[in-house]
């Protein structure tokens, strides 16, 4: 089952499947390593919202698609914002749009599982590291990067 906004390519940018109880989440913009936009991280929060609710869920794993899990913020989506003269504020929107899906995670009763296979870096690190349990491919790697 696909939810949420399509990618320009005409893909949703989350997959949800359903295997027996367990609720798999796909970040689906493979293109960009699985880079967050907005569309993504309100999708899955939208979607773990929906796997908490259902009572016929009793776990989650969120893995992604191609050759990474997750690269963190979507750099050229945030060029794209400031390309129209808006000037982000980076504290609002680490409030606004990662903090909810991360509590989501660290507050759901049931085990939220991360199958790393391939990069997560920045932000998707910090998805990876929210889950209950972490399963990595050999491939798989975690990288925080922050300049000074």
Known sequence: ???????????????????????ILTLNRPQVLNAFNDELVVAITQALRNAERDSDVGAVIITGAGRAFCAGQDLQARREIFARGEVPHLGAGLRERYKPMILRIRTMEKPVLAALNGVAAGAGCGLALACDLRLAADEATLVQSFPA
């Open 1 to 23: 089952m696909a939810s949420n906004s399509p990618e320009p390519s005409g893909a949703p940018v989350l997959l949800e499947e359903r295997v027996n109880r367990v609720a």
